[in-house]
Structures are given as C-alpha cells and as structure tokens.
C-alpha cells in the first residue's frame, strides 16, 4: 500500500507543478486553489500515507488502508477537477463535484485516522 499512494503522490508533484509553471507562465493565477489542493491532497498527503503504511505494514495491510486508498483517489480528481471546472467554465453548477470528491476523501481519512490508531504501534515498526 505504502509503494502504491507513493507512485500516486509522484503522478500529483508533477500535475501540481506543471499548473504553478503554467499559471506563472501565463501571469493567470485564476487555479492558485487547483494548484494547492493537487499538492496538498495529491502530492504531499499521499506521499505520507504512503511512508506510513510503508514503515507500519501492518496498518497497510488491511481493508481500512484498501478502502482508505480508493476514497482518497476517486475523491482527490472530483474536488479538484471540479474546482477546475468551475474556474475554467465559470459555472457554479458544478459545485456537486468538489462536494462529492470532499466527502469521499474526509471519509478516506476518517478511516486513516481508525487504521492509525488500530494498528501504528512502535512494536509494528519496519526498521
């Protein structure tokens, strides 16, 4: 679990750079909210879930870390494509999608946080 959400992180650090190059390119900072969700939920989140689950294995062994790993990656694209999508086209309308991929991942993390505290324990340690 902990090589997957790293892969994963990798794949947002070059999304979430890629829209700063751009909008400093462009001088159009209208995605400065795309840009710090992609890197903070995308990018920096998963990059710690997955060194977490690397050195507890134990925790990354289990349904809440399975669960836990498709909430955060189907909720991740919905809020900030939808975010996206509302800047870009200027429609409210949308607003669903950052709300249903908001929901998913404050449940992804829900289960995180009861995964954490069932099994990170220093005896279950990789090192």
């Not at 090589?3 to 829209?19: D, E, H, P, R």
């Not at 879930?49 to 990656?73: C, D, M, Q, S, V």
């Amino acid at each position: 679990m902990g090589a997957k959400f790293f892969k994963i992180a990798v794949v947002y650090l070059v999304i979430g750079v890629s829209i700063g190059y751009v909008m400093g390119m462009t001088h159009n900072f209208s995605f400065t909210s795309v840009h710090a969700h992609v890197n903070l939920l995308g990018w920096a989140s998963m990059a710690l879930f997955g060194l977490i689950y690397h050195f507890y294995p134990r925790a990354g062994e289990t349904g809440l870390a399975k669960a836990h790993f498709w909430l955060h990656n189907i909720g991740t694209p919905f809020l900030t494509g939808g975010v996206f999508l509302i800047v870009y086209l200027q429609n409210e309308g949308l607003t669903i999608l950052p709300i249903i991929g908001s929901n998913l991942v404050l449940l992804g993390i829900i289960l995180f946080l009861i995964n954490v505290f069932r099994h990170v324990k220093t005896e279950n340690l990789r090192g």
